[in-house]
C-alpha cells in the first residue's frame, strides 16, 4: 500500500515537471515571437536620412522580431532613390544591422532642378542632399551621362570642392567646335579647372597639384596642355605635370 503510494507521488511530480518544462517552452517560444526590434543601427549613409530608411522598411513601430524578413525590408528599402544596395545583419539582442550602399550624388542641374547620379538617373532634388556643386547651363545628353559617369571615379572631397560646373565646349576663333566634352570647374578655393572627359580622372590630383603652386590663384588647364595661368600670366608647370595621366 505504501509503494503504491510513493509510486503515485513519484508520478505526480513527473507530471508536474513534464507540465512545467512545456509551460517554459511555450514561454520561450512567446517570448521570442512577441519580442519586438530592440534596436536598429543603420550605416553607410551620407545623405538619406536614418528616419527615412525606418519609415519605408515599416519599422517605426518597432514590430515583433520574428516577423521581419530580410528580403522583404531589403526590397523597400531599395525602393528609396539613393539606395544602390542594401544587405541586413540580426543577432540574438535582437538587433538589426543594415547597411547601405548610397548611389553617387555628383550635382544639381539648374536647367530642371534635378539631382544628378554616377549612373546617369536623375531624381527629385531633396534639401538634405547639400554641399554639392551645380551644373549652370544645359549640357547635351550623351556628353552628360559620360561626364556623370567619369566624376563617379572621384571621392566626395574632389566633388564637395567644387563649387559651380559648366559645361563648355573649347571653340575655335571662328566658332567651329574643337572639344564638345569640354566643362569649366569653379573650385570654392577660387580657382578656376578646363578639363574635359578624357581627363576627366586628373581631377583626383587637384589638391597635390595646388600645394605644388603654393596655393597661387588661377586658371588650371587639364583638358589640353597642361598649364596654368597665374595672374593673367602664361606658366608652365613642368613639377606637377608627372602627376596627372596624361
Given at each position: 500500500?505504501?509503494?503504491?503510494?510513493?509510486?503515485?507521488?513519484?508520478?505526480?511530480?513527473?507530471?508536474?515537471?513534464?507540465?512545467?518544462?512545456f509551460y517554459l517552452v511555450g514561454y520561450g517560444v512567446y517570448y521570442i515571437l512577441s519580442e519586438p526590434v530592440r534596436?536598429?543601427?543603420?550605416?553607410?549613409?551620407?545623405?538619406?536620412?536614418?528616419?527615412?530608411?525606418?519609415?519605408?522598411?515599416?519599422?517605426?513601430?518597432?514590430?515583433?522580431?520574428?516577423?521581419?524578413?530580410?528580403?522583404?525590408?531589403?526590397?523597400?528599402?531599395?525602393?528609396?532613390?539613393?539606395?544602390?544596395?542594401?544587405?541586413?545583419?540580426?543577432?540574438?539582442?535582437?538587433?538589426?544591422?543594415?547597411?547601405?550602399?548610397?548611389?553617387?550624388?555628383?550635382?544639381?542641374?539648374?536647367?530642371?532642378?534635378?539631382?544628378?547620379?554616377?549612373?546617369?538617373?536623375?531624381?527629385?532634388?531633396?534639401?538634405?542632399?547639400?554641399?554639392?556643386?551645380?551644373?549652370?547651363?544645359?549640357?547635351?545628353?550623351?556628353?552628360?551621362?559620360?561626364?556623370?559617369?567619369?566624376?563617379?571615379?572621384?571621392?566626395?572631397?574632389?566633388?564637395?570642392?567644387?563649387?559651380?560646373?559648366?559645361?563648355?565646349?573649347?571653340?575655335?576663333?571662328?566658332?567651329?567646335?574643337?572639344?564638345?566634352?569640354?566643362?569649366?570647374?569653379?573650385?570654392?578655393?577660387?580657382?578656376?579647372?578646363?578639363?574635359?572627359?578624357?581627363?576627366?580622372?586628373?581631377?583626383k590630383y587637384y589638391f597635390k597639384i595646388y600645394a605644388s603652386l603654393n596655393n597661387k590663384k588661377g586658371i588650371l588647364?587639364?583638358?589640353?596642355?597642361?598649364?596654368?595661368?597665374?595672374?593673367?600670366?602664361?606658366?608652365?608647370?613642368?613639377?606637377?605635370?608627372?602627376?596627372?595621366?596624361?
Amino acid at each position: 500500500m505504501a509503494q503504491k503510494k510513493r509510486k503515485k507521488k513519484l508520478n505526480v511530480r513527473k507530471l508536474f515537471v513534464f507540465i512545467l518544462f512545456f509551460y517554459l517552452v511555450g514561454y520561450g517560444v512567446y517570448y521570442i515571437l512577441s519580442e519586438p526590434v530592440r534596436n536598429i543601427i543603420i550605416s553607410g549613409t551620407t545623405y538619406i536620412n536614418d528616419a527615412d530608411v525606418i519609415e519605408v522598411a515599416g519599422l517605426k513601430n518597432y514590430p515583433a522580431y520574428s516577423s521581419l524578413r530580410n528580403s522583404k525590408l531589403k526590397k523597400k528599402i531599395k525602393s528609396l532613390p539613393l539606395v544602390e544596395d542594401v544587405s541586413i545583419k540580426r543577432n540574438l539582442l535582437f538587433q538589426l544591422k543594415i547597411k547601405i550602399k548610397e548611389k553617387k550624388v555628383i550635382c544639381v542641374y539648374d536647367d530642371n532642378n534635378k539631382i544628378l547620379l554616377s549612373d546617369g538617373s536623375q531624381i527629385d532634388n531633396d534639401s538634405n542632399i547639400v554641399g554639392i556643386p551645380s551644373l549652370v547651363n544645359y549640357t547635351k545628353e550623351d556628353v552628360l551621362k559620360k561626364f556623370l559617369s567619369g566624376m563617379g571615379n572621384l571621392d566626395y572631397g574632389i566633388i564637395s570642392s567644387i563649387s559651380e560646373i559648366e559645361y563648355s565646349p573649347d571653340k575655335s576663333g571662328t566658332g567651329s567646335i574643337l572639344d564638345e566634352t569640354r566643362f569649366m570647374f569653379r573650385m570654392n578655393d577660387g580657382n578656376i579647372v578646363y578639363i574635359n572627359l578624357d581627363k576627366l580622372d586628373n581631377m583626383k590630383y587637384y589638391f597635390k597639384i595646388y600645394a605644388s603652386l603654393n596655393n597661387k590663384k588661377g586658371i588650371l588647364h587639364l583638358d589640353s596642355g597642361d598649364y596654368m595661368e597665374v595672374k593673367w600670366t602664361l606658366t608652365t608647370m613642368k613639377k606637377w605635370r608627372k602627376l596627372l595621366v596624361i
